[in-house]
């Protein structure tokens, strides 16, 4: 096949995206049969299957790989028909970030809000773990994504954000109960902490690293809501690892407390994105890296461990 036939990638991309053919015929105004001939007339043409159809269907390698180059040709044609018809009626441009959940709830928010005022923008975050964000980069699924990985990935371009600094911390009572004789091993098995959700291992890193203990032998919370997070902390019921932007007042009034001072996380932050970015993106990239920049500290290559 000399060229992509954009009808049948939008078929396979809607087939993924709303995780069932039904929910794609919805959104294309077609009967079921009809998305699932123009996949597999785009599997004939390029002689290898680009789905598996289960519950819910899922791309291939090679499915995935002309998914990302769909998604990025798309964002870009709708940034460039911004800017060829700026006068006429327009949609949202749908622009989609993948973040981890700390840099939403500190610094992200202020920096894209100027862009959100001046421009017609649909926002669309998803939220990762901050070492597997450039996956949804890789499957073209966001343009750009925030992550500790320095490396670009092919065709995308990479800069220095700044670091987060994490703090092990409790309530003075929490070390009262649970650490009144120091922070044992004996003591962590048995007090419980708090992790931002089941895939998050960087609580399970850090105790490892610093108290020999493996994951799953002391209690730990799940929790998918960074507010939530803190609150738990700020309520006594769990100890745990906390940027210090987002409980630097909770520190200075005493509510909560440095556990372990010596074993302070940095975790240096990345902004990935695509190399073609214009417009809107272009834009946003500017914006957000200069935000950052002034807010979040300086990397810094000799700082405390990271995990």
């Known amino acids: ?40 007339q785009l599997e004939q043409r390029l002689a290898q299957p680009l789905l598996v159809r289960g519950q819910p269907p899922r791309p291939t390698e090679a499915g995935r790989r002309l998914l990302a180059h769909y998604r990025q040709v798309s964002q870009l044609e709708n940034a460039v028909m911004a800017d060829l018809l700026p006068d006429a009626p327009q949609k949202p441009l749908g622009v989609t970030i993948a973040t981890n959940a700390d840099s939403l709830a500190t610094w992200l928010i202020p920096a894209l809000t100027p862009l959100l005022h001046g421009h017609p923008i649909e926002l669309n975050l998803l939220i990762e773990d901050e070492s597997r964000t450039l996956d949804r980069l890789r499957s073209g699924e966001a343009f750009g994504a925030i992550s500790i990985n320095a490396e670009p990935l092919p065709g995308c371009r990479c800069d220095p954000l700044g670091q987060m600094d994490y703090l092990l911390v409790a309530t003075p009572g929490f070390r009262a109960r649970h650490f009144a004789d120091g922070l ?34 002391y209690p730990c919370h799940a929790v998918r809501s960074s507010e939530a997070f803190v609150a738990i902390a700020r309520a006594g019921a769990a100890y745990c690892l906390i940027p210090r932007q987002m409980i630097a007042g909770d520190l200075t009034a005493g509510r909560l407390l440095e556990l372990h001072p010596q074993g302070r996380l940095i975790q240096p932050l990345y902004w990935h994105r695509w190399l073609l970015e214009r417009g809107v993106h272009k834009l946003l990239s500017r914006r957000l890296i200069e935000h950052a920049r002034a807010v979040l500290p300086a990397i810094d290559p000799g700082g405390a461990s990271r995990v």
């Open 1 to 40: 096949m000399s060229e992509l036939d954009y009808k049948l990638l939008t078929a396979l991309d809607r087939v993924v995206s709303e995780q069932s053919f039904e929910g794609a015929a919805r959104q294309l105004h077609l009967t079921q049969s009809a998305v699932s001939q123009r996949i597999k």
């Open 184 to 217: 044992t091993q004996d003591a962590l098995r048995r007090a419980p902490a708090v992790a931002f959700d089941q895939k998050d291992d960087m609580h399970d890193r850090y105790i490892a690293r610093h108290f020999g203990l493996p994951a799953g032998s």
